[in-house]
């Protein structure tokens, strides 16, 4: 196949500004109207406006002792290797370096930044029929404008984590009913000083199995017919070594005295999830789940058992990246903390249900709700670039808004001591041009499934009320 010629749009290149180096052997094309508004965009401490001046920073080091001739003919994009390790680009960059005639239809009438980038793409497809022009945008409307004038039209795909979101892992699954049978004879079992029972397995499918995904055994059918319950044998994988496992009999939070801070485990996913919290060996948690799944409730409450019961930690940070739902309610008053505390109304909520279970009156509520107030810090993600927390539990609630570099940003950020727990709803992104599978919280679920102290969990059941249950499904 020819080596094709791929227009960028200028909201690819705010995207992601290393998209220069994503196209392989095929050369890429950039009209002067995308420089214009890339040189708009530069002002400014957002991440759109970093990755402009990344992206000018590229360009810049291209053109360096450059000639006329030399642009005209193309840059190539392998000079620049170095600054992206992962990067494969063997293709050219080329500018617009003249006027390029071409009749717009009619249809488009004037001179809009979109419409004189489809202008290029037609003029380039009429000087160029021998090769493949396609325009690659992740404006939506403005592909469905190329599909009707006749220009070939892409989403930018290089950011998706997956092909589909059914692949995402979800880190638990289902062992055969004759697991136990299957294993060789003398199964090694043995508890350690501290009460808890490991087991070692062998068998072909251990090495797909990943550190920290757990298991149950499945039902029979007897015991299908009889109406088991949750309450079955659940194993966490500790370690995987060829055809080897460690596998360790997990705690059960659902009723009795294990419990994080008084919350008890509704359903199993949400006993998986306990167990991730509340290990310290775990420093990187992510939980997925519909509204009311208890993703917040079990965070906070497995937080304050570790910084109050038994201080694991000096405190608990909260944030989350302020994307409104509507419209913005403009600037807000106050310190750093008083800013973002519209944004964390979650964590009120579930503020209220932790000390509401309390026993005792109201003085002793307003003392708990004064030492908790000490405790839990909110935090704006505007100023996390250069921060490094020591011994802290960090929540980062709604993180499907977040891209998968403001994610690293993030999680760069810890220090000794420090565990992060990451909640979202893959399906309540309100971030433009972030999708299920492009989404920085698809891209930490995918890279961190392996490592031995990261650990996810997708809650797949409702558990606030049967109205918002019924809602979450039927709505």
Same mark, same amino acid.
């Given at each position: 196949?020819? =080596?094709?010629?791929?227009?960028?749009?200028?909201?690819?290149?705010?995207?992601?500004?290393?998209?220069?180096?994503?196209?392989?052997?095929?050369?890429?094309?950039?009209?002067?109207?995308?420089? !214009?508004?890339?040189?708009?965009?530069?002002?400014?401490?957002?991440?759109?406006?970093?990755?402009?001046? #990344?992206?000018?920073?590229?360009?810049?080091?291209?053109?360096?002792?450059?000639?006329?001739?030399?642009?005209?003919?193309?840059?190539?994009?392998?000079?620049?290797?170095?600054?992206?390790?992962?990067?494969?680009?063997?293709?050219?960059? $080329?500018? #617009?370096?003249?006027?390029?005639?071409?009749?717009?239809?009619?249809?488009?009438?004037?001179?809009?930044?979109?419409?004189?980038?489809?202008?290029?793409?037609?003029?380039?497809?009429?000087?160029?029929?021998?090769?493949?022009? +396609?325009?690659?945008?992740?404006?939506?409307?403005?592909?469905? =404008?190329?599909?009707?004038?006749?220009?070939?039209?892409?989403?930018?795909?290089?950011?998706?984590?997956?092909?589909?979101?059914?692949?995402?892992?979800?880190?638990?699954?289902?062992?055969?009913?004759? $697991?136990?049978?299957?294993?060789?004879?003398?199964?090694?079992?043995?508890?350690?000083?501290?009460?808890?029972? $490991?087991?070692?397995?062998?068998?072909?499918?251990?090495? %797909?199995?990943?550190?920290?995904?757990?298991?149950?055994?499945?039902?029979?059918?007897?015991?299908?017919?009889?109406?088991?319950?949750?309450?079955?044998?659940?194993?966490?994988?500790?370690?995987?070594?060829?055809?080897?496992?460690?596998?360790?009999?997990?705690?059960?939070?659902?009723?009795?005295? @294990?419990?994080?801070?008084? /919350?008890?485990?509704?359903?199993?996913? #949400?006993?998986?999830?306990?167990?991730?919290?509340?290990?310290?060996?775990?420093?990187?948690? @992510?939980?997925?789940?519909?509204?009311?799944?208890?993703?917040?409730?079990?965070?906070?409450?497995?937080?304050?058992?570790?910084?109050?019961?038994?201080?694991?930690?000096?405190?608990?940070?909260?944030?989350?990246? +302020?994307?409104?739902?509507?419209?913005?309610?403009? $600037?807000?008053?106050?310190?750093?903390?008083?800013?973002?505390?519209?944004?964390?109304?979650?964590?009120?909520?579930?503020?209220?249900?932790?000390?509401?279970?309390?026993?005792?009156?109201?003085? *002793?509520?307003?003392?708990?709700? *004064?030492?908790?107030?000490?405790?839990?810090?909110?935090?704006?993600?505007?100023?996390?670039?250069?921060?490094?927390?020591?011994?802290?539990?960090?929540?980062?609630?709604?993180?499907?808004?977040?891209?998968?570099? #403001?994610?690293?940003?993030?999680?760069?950020?810890?220090?000794?001591?420090?565990?992060? /727990?990451?909640?979202?709803?893959?399906?309540?992104?309100?971030?433009?041009?972030?999708?299920?599978?492009?989404?920085?919280? +698809?891209?930490?679920?995918?890279?961190?499934?392996?490592?031995?102290?990261?650990?996810?969990? %997708?809650?797949?059941?409702? !558990?606030?009320?049967?109205?918002?249950?019924?809602?979450?499904?039927?709505?």
């Amino acid at each position: 196949m020819s =080596k094709r010629l791929f227009v960028l749009d200028t909201n690819v290149l705010m995207h992601d500004p290393s998209c220069l180096f994503r196209f392989e052997e095929h050369d890429l094309f950039l009209p002067m109207v995308v420089l !214009e508004e890339l040189d708009n965009g530069k002002k400014g401490m957002s991440e759109v406006s970093r990755n402009v001046r #990344q992206v000018s920073r590229y360009m810049d080091t291209l053109l360096t002792d450059k000639t006329d001739a030399d642009i005209t003919k193309g840059l190539a994009l392998s000079e620049l290797q170095a600054l992206e390790s992962d990067a494969a680009a063997s293709g050219r960059l $080329f500018f #617009q370096t003249e006027q390029l005639e071409t009749d717009l239809p009619r249809s488009l009438p004037g001179n809009k930044p979109d419409n004189t980038i489809l202008n290029t793409a037609l003029a380039l497809q009429s000087a160029m029929p021998e090769r493949q022009v +396609t325009l690659v945008s992740k404006d939506i409307n403005l592909r469905i =404008k190329a599909a009707i004038v006749g220009v070939d039209a892409e989403d930018y795909q290089n950011d998706r984590v997956l092909d589909d979101l059914d692949l995402l892992y979800s880190g638990y699954d289902v062992l055969p009913a004759d $697991f136990w049978n299957r294993q060789p004879d003398g199964l090694k079992s043995w508890t350690d000083e501290v009460g808890r029972t $490991f087991y070692e397995v062998h068998g072909e499918d251990t090495s %797909t199995w990943h550190p920290n995904q757990f298991f149950h055994i499945a039902h029979d059918t007897t015991d299908e017919l009889a109406g088991a319950s949750d309450n079955q044998m659940e194993l966490l994988v500790r370690s995987v070594q060829s055809d080897t496992a460690k596998l360790e009999l997990i705690r059960d939070y659902r009723e009795g005295k @294990t419990s994080a801070w008084g /919350v008890h485990a509704r359903n199993r996913e #949400q006993n998986y999830a306990l167990n991730l919290l509340m290990d310290p060996d775990i420093e990187f948690v @992510t939980l997925l789940g519909a509204a009311g799944t208890g993703k917040t409730l079990l965070t906070l409450a497995a937080g304050l058992a570790q910084v109050l019961d038994e201080p694991r930690y000096r405190e608990i940070i909260m944030t989350r990246v +302020t994307v409104p739902v509507g419209e913005d309610i403009g $600037f807000l008053p106050g310190t750093e903390e008083e800013k973002m505390t519209p944004w964390m109304g979650a964590l009120m909520d579930n503020l209220e249900v932790l000390t509401g279970s309390l026993d005792g009156g109201d003085w *002793e509520r307003a003392a708990t709700n *004064e030492l908790l107030s000490k405790r839990i810090k909110i935090r704006s993600l505007n100023f996390m670039r250069g921060r490094t927390f020591l011994n802290r539990f960090l929540i980062l609630d709604e993180a499907q808004n977040l891209t998968s570099k #403001q994610m690293k940003t993030l999680i760069t950020r810890a220090g000794p001591g420090t565990k992060i /727990v990451c909640l979202g709803n893959l399906s309540q992104i309100d971030t433009p041009y972030l999708t299920e599978t492009t989404s920085g919280l +698809t891209y930490v679920v995918d890279r961190f499934r392996g490592w031995p102290h990261g650990g996810h969990v %997708t809650l797949a059941r409702g !558990e606030r009320s049967r109205l918002a249950d019924f809602a979450s499904n039927h709505l």
